[in-house]
């Protein structure tokens, strides 16, 4: 079974400061990939960035970026130069090959960015 | 329109009563998957197709729900005999492709609202 951990229910940050949301996953399948969304208050899910389990490299997506740490089961997004538009949820999700690519979410970090 | 569309996009009713929703996937992609989201937690799995085929039921898909997808494009989802514990919002995605592990591409969702 696969599980994702966050375990920051919120968050607050200043407007152009950047933001680490911190993301751990468990799995035994070798082959996975690592997601993160913005669910603004509208409700539509937007992806944002994507990490796979072989990748040796950090993924980037303009102002996002996935500290990914394979040793330690963690893959946490950081945003830098935070606008006001990114007050958001925040979903960290992670598939499986061997799970039918379903996604398997964590419970979300509310963020806010202040002025 | 190029994205995942879900009809309707909010339902209101009354307890015992029978919903179906509808979702319309990017129309290349042979993956389709449905999520239910209640208030303050993240999407939880309910089931996914493979063209028509249906290839997996999560457990909290209980026999008051089916889902199909007959040709392979569409898909539906009803709830028969509706219960207040039904209210959430009810996410589609899809994607292309069996292998790896694809970005999933949601629609906008159908509100739930069981009175």
């Known amino acids: 079974a696969q599980k994702i951990t966050q375990t920051q229910p919120g968050m607050f940050v200043q407007e152009k400061e950047a933001v680490t949301l911190d993301c751990t996953y468990d799995t035994s399948d070798p082959s996975y990939g690592l997601f993160w969304y913005k669910q603004p208050s509208s409700g539509e899910m937007i992806f944002l960035i994507y990490?796979?389990?072989?990748?040796?490299q950090n993924a980037t997506e303009g102002r996002y970026s996935l500290n990914f740490q394979k040793a330690r089961k963690s893959a946490n997004l950081v945003i830098s130069a935070s606008q006001l538009g990114d007050s958001a949820m925040y979903f960290c999700a992670m598939s499986t090959t061997g799970g039918g690519n379903k996604l398997t979410f964590g419970t979300g970090t509310q963020l806010k960015v202040e002025l | 329109d190029t994205g995942v569309s879900q009809d309707p996009r909010h339902k209101i009713t009354k307890r015992g009563q029978n919903v179906t929703f509808r979702c319309d996937p990017i129309?290349?992609?042979?993956?389709l998957y449905w999520y239910r989201q209640t208030l303050g937690q993240g999407p939880e799995f309910l089931t996914y197709f493979q063209n028509e085929a249906q290839l997996e039921k999560s457990r909290l898909l209980s026999d008051r729900f089916s889902a199909e997808r007959p040709k392979g494009s569409f898909s539906t989802l009803e709830i028969q005999r509706t219960e207040q514990g039904d209210s959430a919002m009810y996410l589609c995605a899809s994607i292309f492709g069996t292998s790896g592990n694809n970005e999933q591409f949601f629609g906008p969702g159908t509100r739930l609202t069981v009175l």
């Open positions: 990490q796979g389990s072989y990748d040796q």
């Open positions: 129309s290349e992609h042979n993956r």
